[in-house]
Structures are given as C-alpha cells and as structure tokens.
C-alpha cells in the first residue's frame, strides 16, 4: 500500500512511531536505517537542534518543530506526547527526529510510555550521541589505559533530591551535556569535591557542524563560566583529554 492510500483520511489501524537519533548534526552522520526511514516518513516531529540539512532527507514529510531550547519558548512535553499519538492514529509513518540519540537525555521513556499505553507500534533507530561525536572531531578517547577507564554523562537539570553527579565521586570522565550556562558551577562543586584545578577540560561547541569549536581549558579557568559560547555546548573533564604528547597541534 502506499503512502498516497494511507494518508489522513484512512481508517486503517494505527500507524508506527520510529524515535530515530539525528546525531550530532551533520546530516551524514546519520545512520543509513534512519535516513531510509525518513525517506518514507510521512510526518516528522523533529528537535530544534535538527538541522535544515538533515531534513532535507525527508521533503516528502509534513514537518512540525517540537524543539526544546533552554530559556526559550517550547512546546511542553505533553503536547509532543498529545501529537505523537495524535499523529500515529492518522497517518502509517511517523517520524519522532531527536538530536543525538534517542536513548540518552531525549524523554524517550515518556514518549515510550503514552505511545505504548495507545497501543501504537513504536521502533527506536539509535544515533550517534554528541560524546561520541566530540571525542572523535577532537582525537581525545573518553577512556585512555591506565588514565580512564569509567566515563558518567551527566546534565545540570535533576529532579528534586536526586543528587549531582559532578558531587559524586568515582569517575575518571565528566561528561556535561547542555554544560554552557552551568559549566561554571559544575567546576565549583569538583573543585570543593578537591578536584585539581589542573584538570583538563575540553569544551565543543555546535558538533559535527561548519561553526564546530573545540577549546581547552584546565577546571580552574572552567569556574569562570563560558560566555563566549552561543551554541549547543558539550563540556568534557578529565585526565583523559590533556594533551597528546605526539599529536600535531596539541
């Protein structure tokens, strides 16, 4: 059947959600599985931080922006809940497009959750997360032998009494997903844990993209905030991202 037979007026049973991962934003960055998918979406309710190359891939679609952006207008997750389900019961294809992977910092258990109460079939097409994607654009590993060998990724916003994984002891490498406005408090809080102020600290702003930036700092300076970043912010700590002594430019 096609996707001309089966579109809003059709009383067919429920169609399928895919929560496919973007990436970091380079639309090649992608996995093929995702770009098929979004090749035959025929709607698609995408993060703000999904660029217009990525969706580029799917001109076919119906596209509706449900972009979380911090300290900016968004559509509560509630509505995106309400129109998924919505959307699902009118149409066979739809496409739930976050940024990175669905899996990690994406509300995926509560999109999971009101698709499955509906009954709707729901299939997660994993992506590659923006860690990932800065350790490779950086030639820093998040893990190194005999220097790192656990790495936590973390964000600032916890729920009430959930403790602050920058206080907690333990782990070779910090990661700071959405770092920009907090980074400063995060190197309080290690530096008060008795961190070095030494501590290498690598900071990637808009991954994978044209305006990507990637700058070093050591924690001490980290604790003076990150003003100069405008985009998506990913800050990373630890021994395992000073310098390599045999790399060019390092």
Request: net charge neutral; charged share 25%.
């Amino acid at each position: 059947m096609s996707i001309a037979e089966t579109g809003a007026g059709s009383q067919a049973t429920h169609g399928k959600v895919w929560l496919i991962g973007a990436g970091p934003g380079a639309p090649d960055l992608i996995t093929v599985r995702g770009a098929r998918i979004l090749a035959e979406a025929e709607v698609v309710l995408h993060d703000a931080l999904v660029t217009d190359d990525m969706l580029a891939l799917c001109p076919q679609a119906e596209k509706i922006s449900v972009g979380k952006r911090s300290g900016r207008r968004s559509v509560a997750q509630v509505e995106i809940n309400r129109q998924l389900v919505e959307y699902a019961k009118r149409y066979r294809r739809v496409v739930r497009l976050k940024g990175g992977d669905p899996m990690i910092f994406g509300r995926a258990d509560e999109e999971l959750r009101a698709l499955e109460a509906e009954g709707i079939e729901v299939e997660i097409v994993p992506g590659i997360t923006a860690a990932l994607a800065a350790a490779a654009s950086t030639r820093q590993p998040l893990t190194k032998r005999g220097i790192a060998r656990s790495v936590a990724f973390f964000t600032s916003s916890t729920a009430p009494n959930q403790p602050d994984i920058a206080t907690l002891p333990g782990c070779d490498t910090l990661i700071q997903y959405m770092g920009g406005k907090e980074a400063a408090t995060t190197a309080q809080k290690l530096l008060e844990q008795g961190r070095s102020p030494d501590l290498p600290v690598m900071v990637v702003e808009n991954i994978s993209r044209p305006d990507e930036r990637a700058a070093r700092y050591r924690l001490a300076d980290l604790e003076q905030g990150l003003a100069q970043c405008h985009g998506p912010v990913l800050v990373m700590i630890g021994e395992a991202f000073a310098p390599r002594e045999d790399a060019a430019g390092s």
